[in-house]
Structures are given as C-alpha cells and as structure tokens.
C-alpha cells in the first residue's frame, strides 16, 4: 500500500522559510509523477508544483515561482518543498501527492484531479 506523509509545516513570519518533507512508502518516487498542492480555508485546493515523470521536469505555479523549489531524492523516497519569501497568502495545508500508475500531460501537472495518492497534509501559516 502507497503512503505518503508530510512534515515540516509550521508557523513563520512573512519573508520567512520553510521547507515541507513527504516521506513515501510502498512505491519509488523515481517511477511516478508527484507534486506539491495546497488548500486554503474556503478555496479550492491548487497546485503549486510538480515533479514530472518522464523527464524530472519542474513545474510551479505563478504564484509561486521564483520563490519555491521541488526536489526529490529518490534514495530516499522523499520529496521536497522549499518555501522561501513566504507571504501571507501562502498559509494553507499543504499536501504532496503522487500519481501512482498514471500518465498524463504535462500541461496538467499542476491539476489535483490528476493524482490518485495523498498525504494526510501538513499546516503552513504565514504571520506579520
């Protein structure tokens, strides 16, 4: 059975880092699309960046490009989220996922219909 698990959230003052962990199991990270998304009370939940299969190509959204990196070490069935300039809209929970046994397009790496394996999430809150 697929399990992932995320770690790292917490609070932190805007400007401020993070970096949010998701430790897998079940499965090699090297063999599976996975991405980072997350849900903000009251709004749908978006992606926010993606590590695609075929080709380790990244892919972020708008929003956040420019000050967050997805990384994975393979080694380590873990992947990874560094958060830098955090700003205030970026609290909300975040979950890695993966795409377990699925293909799709890149174009839609950042779509969370596209995943089919989640973590359980983990809290970021970003403060003034």
């Known amino acids: 059975q697929v399990q992932l698990a995320e770690s790292g959230g917490g609070s932190v003052q805007a400007g401020g880092s993070l970096r949010l962990s998701c430790a897998g199991s079940?499965?090699?990270?090297?063999?599976?699309?996975m991405g980072w998304f997350r849900q903000a009370p009251g709004k749908e939940r978006e992606g926010v960046a993606a590590?695609?299969?075929?080709?380790?190509?990244?892919y972020y959204a708008d929003s956040v490009k420019g000050r967050f990196t997805i990384s994975k070490d393979n080694a380590k069935n873990t992947l990874y989220l560094q958060m830098n300039s955090l700003k205030l809209e970026d609290s909300a929970i975040y979950y890695c996922?993966?795409?377990?046994?699925?293909?799709?397009?890149?174009?839609?790496?950042?779509?969370?219909?596209?995943?089919?394996?989640w973590g359980q999430g983990t809290q970021v809150t970003v403060s003034s």
């Open positions: 996922a993966a795409a377990v046994g699925l293909w799709f397009p890149p174009i839609v790496a950042l779509s969370p219909v596209q995943y089919n394996t």
């Open positions: 079940g499965y090699t990270y090297d063999s599976n699309t």
């Open positions: 590590i695609y299969v075929a080709d380790s190509t990244t």
